[in-house]
T-cell receptor, first 111, second 114 residues
Framework: EAGVTQSPTHLIKTRGQQATLRCSPISGHTSVYWYQQALGLGLQFLLWYDEGEERNRGNFPPRFSGRQFPNYSSELNVNALELEDSALYLC??????????FGPGTRLTVL | AQSVTQPDIHITVSEGASLELRCNYSYGATPYLFWYVQSPGQGLQLLLKYFSGDTLVQGIKGFEAEFKRSQSSFNLRKPSVHWSDAAEYFCAVGAGQAGTALIFGKGTTLSVSS
């Protein structure tokens, strides 16, 4: 069974640009979660999508947004990039339980 | 406030020695507890989870963890550490239903010496 996949592996942007990160959940999982792992800040919850809708978001500004497609894959968009957005962005998926399975992450570097 | 504390930032263990990583949590509802492992530059791999029932849970790679409600702890153990266990370990707590944001500890980095 294929796990959670994320693309790209690495992404380099400059301040003010927009970044788009992609995630494909485990087959059969309808929930997708996004987390940010920034140096010194640990793992922080960003967003939860389920059945195509944003259901919950963490304490992040509106320039962090995303969507979930009919096939349950998801996109995370970060607008007006700031230097402190540099981090590993992890996507996870789950079915109806609380067990979240994580992908390998996208390393975003903002210059 | 809901939180997870991993008191040890970095631990070094000799190969073949036993390991215990500590985790304490504060959570308003019934806690569902997880341990994940992260190798450098990689995502998180689920080691084990506790939802209910037997308080000693077995996971992958020979790891086990014990839930102690009275101490609000969920410590991870392994009887004999291998060099390949060197990684960062995260304890997390959730509410046991889809959509719950997991709350993670800051992680413990495990180094294994030969």
């Amino acid at each position: 069974e294929a796990g959670v996949t994320q693309s790209p592996t690495h992404l380099i942007k400059t301040r003010g640009q927009q970044a788009t990160l992609r995630c494909s959940p485990i087959s059969g999982h309808t929930s997708v979660y996004w987390y940010q792992q920034a140096l010194g800040l640990g793992l922080q919850f960003l967003l939860w999508y389920d059945e195509g809708e944003e259901r919950n978001r963490g304490n992040f500004p509106p320039r962090f947004s995303g969507r979930q497609f009919p096939n349950y894959s998801s996109e995370l968009n970060v607008n007006a990039l700031e230097l402190e957005d540099s981090a590993l962005y992890l996507c996870a998926s789950s079915s109806q339980t609380d067990t979240q399975y994580f992908g390998p992450g996208t390393r975003l570097t903002v210059l | 406030a809901q939180s997870v504390t991993q008191p040890d930032i970095h631990i070094t263990v000799s190969e073949g020695a036993s390991l215990e990583l500590r985790c304490n949590y504060s959570y308003g509802a019934t806690p569902y507890l997880f341990w994940y492992v992260q190798s450098p530059g990689q995502g998180l791999q689920l080691l084990l989870k506790y939802f209910s029932g037997d308080t000693l849970v077995q996971g992958i790679k020979g790891f086990e963890a014990e839930f102690k409600r009275s101490q609000s702890s969920f410590n991870l153990r392994k009887p004999s550490v291998h060099w390949s266990d060197a990684a960062e370990y995260f304890c997390a707590v959730g509410a046991g239903q889809a959509g719950t944001a997991l709350i993670f500890g800051k992680g413990t980095t495990l180094s294994v010496s030969s």
